[in-house]
């Protein structure tokens, strides 16, 4: 069985297939036994800290929650404003500070690489929420348990990545995750945000079969999920770019209404104008019930990590 | 007995005299049992979220220390700006994302009508805790509580709410509580300040004696209860009207010595001016007695809420 | 044995030698007890209430992390932005309000004397976090703490301070204590921030050796504790000022090399340009240590304002 015991959740291509199999096995139990009772009380006593660098609402709240359930308790860094990385603070400083504290810190920071930093500094875990343009694992990992629960297996799929490629961790971190299992990626971006040729390039290398194009229709209809991501504002220096590009990816009824067959639609959420509200109701769209699976997965993980699993 | 199990509690009209009393003789028990101990662990396992997009102090906190000594757990979103909602999230997809977490959702919101939108888009309850100028019940609950304690019963009580009678959203909750109990309800403000005419209507048509006057000392004199509120400041669009209009309805010493007997003043605090801390050693003012007794009303509620009363 | 049950912690004049002592003792015993289980649940049912009125991480983090370790629970202000603090109320409001939900509560303020001010105006026992340019007698307490693991006794200590000693409140708070262990102290800093004359001149009538100069090796090779201060830009209405003084007592590598034996550095963090991220790895360098002490101090004062030591 996979160990993760007292190691770092830093980047995709960290797991092999068989420690992915692993930790969606656990979380499987985890979404059972939580029908049954509201906590699984394997970590009291120990500690997670959150410290994010940027906004989040559901990673933070999904960690807290989930180590909550596990019976262990939380302490938060707070907005950066009212922390002492407003007295001019490094981040490996305030991470060394708060391993002193806590048992396992969740980091989101804007660098890049700064999550590993931050595992070579501290002897307790780190878990990457986030490193920039970097990754964002365990999103990842929640992503492919999704799948296995929406389609029934992880074997012979075909997904759409769609929207911004080239910033965006999420997806950087899932074809990590899809090409331990020889999945079949459409990737659906404008030409300007187009996934990095090096994540391409080393996904061929690896016999994935990658298509790279911008026409939804035809890689929706070749897949059986369809993975939106938000064009995120925050990542463009020039907001005409931005405002140009957002609506050139966008789901709806009409949309879907053209499809030969019902997909999987998830989204790591927030969405804001891409995919329409009157997708909810779909019964492919999955991304709410994605957002409940991450509790599940990160339950996994932070049990798997403490060696309760 | 009534039964709040896995309702939301949105608008002070949604309950009936039986329930009011029901949940007071909730609250009541709870705080003699919270002298023998500092927890009654009723809910271990649930998780309470708070989602305030407007300031709070007393509410948030009132509620996280309800929850805790219940022996639940809490996660909250913390400042708007560290959240998801600084990405242009909307509330339904945040409100929906946080459903997926946690048990129960405590939504304060500027937007009128926001707390019933929520309640209606996920299936875990919602407590509204302030939605714009519309309704924060449980305030009123508390205040209602505080009124039975201070004098003893619910019944023929004479109220005088000074103050903020337009935007003020905890007299609008409370007014609907007082009514079921037949209270006579003096009401004091400036005139562009007045209760909106709908519900003085509704307290009319209910055969609610309501006095609308600017003399707050004829008001006090012919009450038992004195409810004071903050004439709000982010209520105003033209600033040189909250300056004229703050100082007409204030609360000292001198103004107390008037009075023929003792009255009872709550106020749903913060304050700013409108009581004169000079008038806090007065034996009637309750307003510090009335925020601990939300720890307890917040707690009946809660457990009664996962029909655990 | 020292009691402290039911007192408030406002500053570092407040304790006999003996209390030092007792705490350090009960400090050292959970410091062991720690090391064979993750939480001494003395506080269950508990609730610590933080009101941080300026940025803090650590100090908001250990404390809560301490409260956790009890087992209690905590509730927190958050930003000051997000609080009813933004609505104009007053520091005693806001400390009464918090007072009926919490068991006892950390404050930090900018003004001097709030805490004190605070303290008289709540029953329950308020923990002074920093009051300006006041005390922050915990910081003290861990420092004493980390001195004694360091080099072994308390007794013929001979301790450098460094920088910023005219508003650092560590430092202010520390040498009370440090004068309770007739420890003789060299006080290093520009003339501009030197420790004010009522602490010096108290200093010497109680028989403490003082020796202010703005020699940084003279003082560091007569000392076994080096306990360096930022410089904190915060304090400085003139910024031109800061920028000039702020590189004048600095501690890096080259300056260790001068020195004839090894020291201990301490420094209460965060840190800017004052040591050099080069002296982490100094042997003597137990800064970070220090953090970790801060948990097992905070613990020890807890438990024993509770009566549970």
Do not use: W
């Given at each position: 069985?996979?160990?993760?015991?007292?190691?770092?959740?830093?980047?995709?291509?960290?797991?092999t297939?068989?420690?992915?199999?692993?930790?969606?096995?656990?979380?499987?139990?985890?979404?059972?036994?939580l029908?049954?009772?509201?906590?699984?009380p394997?970590?009291?006593?120990?500690?997670?800290?959150?410290?994010?660098?940027?906004?989040?609402?559901?990673?933070r709240?999904?960690f807290?929650?989930?180590?909550?359930r596990?019976g262990g308790?939380?302490?938060?860094?707070?907005?950066?404003?009212?922390?002492?990385?407003?007295?001019?603070?490094?981040?490996?400083?305030?991470?060394?500070?708060?391993?002193?504290?806590?048992?396992?810190?969740?980091?989101?920071?804007?660098?890049?690489?700064?999550?590993?930093?931050?595992?070579?500094?501290?002897p307790?875990?780190?878990?990457?929420?986030?490193d920039?343009?970097?990754?964002?694992?365990?999103?990842?990992?929640?992503?492919?348990?999704?799948?296995?629960?929406?389609?029934?297996?992880l074997?012979?799929?075909?997904?759409?990545?769609?929207?911004?490629?080239?910033?965006?961790?999420?997806?950087?971190a899932?074809?990590?995750?899809?090409?331990?299992?020889?999945?079949k990626?459409?990737?659906?971006s404008?030409?300007?945000?187009?996934m990095?040729?090096?994540?391409?390039?080393?996904?061929?290398?690896?016999?994935?079969?990658?298509?790279?194009?911008?026409?939804?229709?035809?890689?929706?209809?070749?897949?059986?999920?369809?993975?939106?991501?938000?064009?995120?504002?925050?990542?463009?220096?020039?907001?005409?770019?931005?405002?140009r590009?957002?609506?050139?990816?966008?789901?709806?009824?009409?949309f879907?209404?053209?499809?030969?067959?019902?997909?999987?639609?998830?989204?790591?959420?927030?969405r804001?104008?891409?995919?329409?509200?009157?997708?909810?109701?779909y019964?492919?769209?999955?991304?709410?019930?994605?957002?409940?699976?991450?509790?599940?997965?990160?339950?996994?993980?932070?049990?798997m990590?403490?060696?309760?699993?």
């Amino acid at each position: 069985m996979a160990c993760l015991k007292g190691k770092d959740i830093l980047h995709g291509n960290q797991f092999t297939r068989k420690e992915i199999e692993a930790i969606l096995k656990v979380a499987s139990e985890f979404e059972k036994e939580l029908k049954k009772k509201d906590t699984l009380p394997l970590l009291k006593g120990k500690i997670l800290a959150t410290l994010f660098f940027e906004p989040s609402t559901r990673t933070r709240l999904s960690f807290e929650t989930a180590m909550q359930r596990l019976g262990g308790g939380v302490i938060g860094m707070g907005s950066v404003e009212s922390s002492s990385v407003a007295k001019g603070e490094t981040l490996l400083d305030t991470v060394r500070t708060v391993a002193q504290y806590a048992d396992v810190i969740v980091l989101r920071h804007p660098r890049l690489g700064s999550a590993k930093e931050a595992a070579d500094a501290v002897p307790i875990p780190i878990i990457n929420a986030g490193d920039g343009a970097g990754q964002h694992p365990t999103q990842a990992l929640l992503d492919m348990y999704t799948i296995q629960k929406e389609i029934g297996s992880l074997k012979n799929l075909t997904v759409s990545l769609v929207g911004d490629l080239k910033y965006g961790r999420t997806v950087h971190a899932l074809v990590e995750l899809l090409s331990l299992f020889k999945a079949k990626i459409y990737m659906v971006s404008p030409a300007l945000l187009r996934m990095p040729t090096e994540i391409t390039t080393g996904l061929k290398e690896n016999g994935i079969e990658v298509i790279e194009t911008e026409d939804m229709v035809e890689a929706a209809n070749a897949s059986s999920i369809l993975y939106m991501t938000r064009i995120q504002k925050e990542r463009f220096a020039d907001l005409s770019e931005y405002e140009r590009l957002k609506g050139s990816f966008v789901l709806n009824r009409a949309f879907l209404n053209k499809l030969k067959r019902k997909v999987t639609i998830l989204h790591p959420l927030p969405r804001v104008d891409e995919i329409d509200p009157e997708v909810d109701t779909y019964p492919g769209a999955a991304y709410f019930r994605q957002m409940r699976n991450g509790i599940f997965v990160r339950m996994a993980l932070l049990a798997m990590i403490f060696g309760k699993r």
